[in-house]
């Protein structure tokens, strides 16, 4: 007899937790789990990758930061659904989705902690520690995210980590290297870096910028291509301009050909200060790509450092120049460190292995 299982997040926007809960639903095994998906806010483009599944999706539509009207709808669904197992992702779902699955009597609750978020504030990690008493445990996928709730107050013992799962890389029909240059106006020889994520503080865009900045004294070909869009964009842009490197930094937006992007780079940075498990940095090594990124828990656990790619002490945008001049300086061992972390994506870091391990603590939880 099939387990029915109700996930819940806020949207289906591009992010990363958005991806993974998408894999995972197309990936459960329909003999034995039958998927829901309930949208707490809004839908998303990702939506039509969950509807192409033929998973269905239920919209609640909350309009405000405490909507009771909203508690209400996710309540009703979840009372029509009789779920045996609802799975919460991201702060919102999280509060909203525990606390009426509880109330509705659902036989098993998991929560899902998916970076370390300093931007909680007390009443936040509040409700976290309160509900994590009555979940039957919390996933998180990464060490430095569990360790960030450890200190938050939420007993070690409530985890479960399970590491994001990345899909082989397959590369998209597009535009040839030259093409690409060409449609951004850049000459023959450039030299790509890519930094691709939402233009928000924690990612520290402007650490990039600066490093570009210092690369270009010696590498007048390098180019930082940004990919993504975000609240932050006009600042950066205006940050650009007072660097006064705006020819060589170039923002892209939004784009859906990112996998036709990633084999003309030469390699793609994250500069952030703090990530659960970066999603960019897991596509890129799956493309081949050696990776520079910031010091911090969730890239320790993704990249082996002088092997897979380099780590760089937070904000150390000189030591970010430096790695990112060896790297275009010795081609030979920047296709060393790309094979060596495909070959790690495929080994630790698969979709199937992801599953296959929500599968198994499913079976467990519903089991007790």
């Known amino acids: 007899m099939t387990k029915r299982i109700l996930q819940i997040i806020p949207t289906m926007d591009r992010g990363g937790a958005e991806k993974q809960l998408v894999l ?28 192409a599944a033929g998973i269905p999706v239920h919209r609640i539509d909350k309009k405000f930061k405490i909507d009771p009207l909203a508690y209400r709808r996710l309540s009703r669904l979840i009372g029509k659904l009789e779920p ?7 702060f919102a779902a999280n509060a909203y989705g525990r606390a009426a699955a509880i109330a509705n009597r659902v036989p098993h609750v998991i929560g899902s902690e998916r970076s370390v978020d300093p931007w ?9 520690r309160n509900l994590a008493k009555r979940s039957d445990c919390i996933v998180v996928n990464s060490l430095g995210t569990q360790a960030f709730y450890e200190k ?55 650490d990039l910028i600066w490093a570009t900045e210092l690369l270009n004294n010696v590498h007048k070909n390098a180019y930082l291509l940004v990919i993504g869009d975000g609240p932050q964009r006009r600042s950066l842009e205006r940050y650009r301009f007072l660097v006064r490197i705006e020819e060589n930094v170039r923002f892209l937006g939004e784009r859906n050909d990112v996998p036709a992007i990633l084999p003309h780079l030469d390699m793609v940075c994250l500069a952030s200060s703090y990530e659960g498990q970066s999603n960019a940095v897991m596509e890129a090594m799956s493309a081949g790509l050696p990776v520079v990124a910031s010091d911090i828990p969730g890239n320790r656990e993704l990249i082996v450092e002088g092997v897979t790619g380099f780590l760089v002490p937070v904000g150390d945008r000189g030591e970010f120049a430096r790695r990112m001049n060896r790297l275009l300086g010795d081609p030979d061992l920047a296709r060393s460190m790309g094979a060596a972390g495909c070959a790690r994506m495929c080994e630790e870091f698969s979709v199937p292995k992801m599953v296959e391990r929500y599968a198994t603590l499913y079976r467990e939880v519903i089991g007790r």
């Open 24 to 51: 995972l639903a197309r990936g459960l095994p329909r003999e034995e789990f039958d998927v829901h998906v309930a949208l707490l806010t809004r839908g998303g483009p990702r939506e039509k990758d969950v509807t």
């Open 84 to 90: 045996d197992l609802v799975q919460t992702w991201l």
């Open 120 to 128: 909680k504030r007390g009443y936040e990690l509040a409700i976290d």
């Open 152 to 206: 938050a107050g939420i007993p070690r013992g409530k985890f479960r980590v399970i590491p994001n799962g990345v899909e082989p890389f397959v590369a998209a029909d597009g535009s040839s290297r030259e093409e690409l240059l060409k449609s951004l106006g850049l000459p023959e020889g450039a030299r790509l870096i890519g930094a691709i994520g939402r233009l928000w503080p924690q990612k520290r865009v402007k």
